[in-house]
């Protein structure tokens, strides 16, 4: 990923909003993300997972916010993640991008 598609979206990135979007607000943390992510069946790792939420959120596509401290986790507060409205225009854009795409392609499945 480069800095010269600020406003372009990876497939990662299109994936991780779209999990952010599906779940509540108090789940939309980095494991959790990953469980979704991965439920999706597609691969990747935790830790690209909160590389690519960083970046969304110097893109403006995400923002977070620190949830209550958790005793479960030695007292550590969870980093909460929601789309903004920066990354529903963005996941929008890449949405119309691939229907376009798939008139393109005859009986695609």
Not at 59 to 83: D, H, I
Not at 91 to 102: C, I, K, N, P, V
Request: hydrophobic share 40%.
């Amino acid at each position: 990923m480069t800095k010269n598609r600020a406003k372009g979206l990876g497939s990662l990135e299109h994936v991780i909003l779209l999990a952010i979007l599906g779940l509540d607000e108090t789940s939309a943390y980095g494991a959790m993300i990953y469980k979704a992510v991965a439920g999706s069946g597609r691969r990747t790792t935790v830790s690209a997972i909160h590389t690519t939420l960083d970046s969304l959120e110097e893109k403006g596509f995400v923002t977070s916010r620190l949830g209550e401290p958790n005793p479960g986790r030695g007292g550590r507060a969870k980093k909460l993640f929601r789309v903004s409205p920066n990354g529903r225009g963005a996941l929008q854009g890449a949405e119309r991008s691939l229907r376009a795409l798939r008139g393109l392609v005859p009986d695609l499945i």
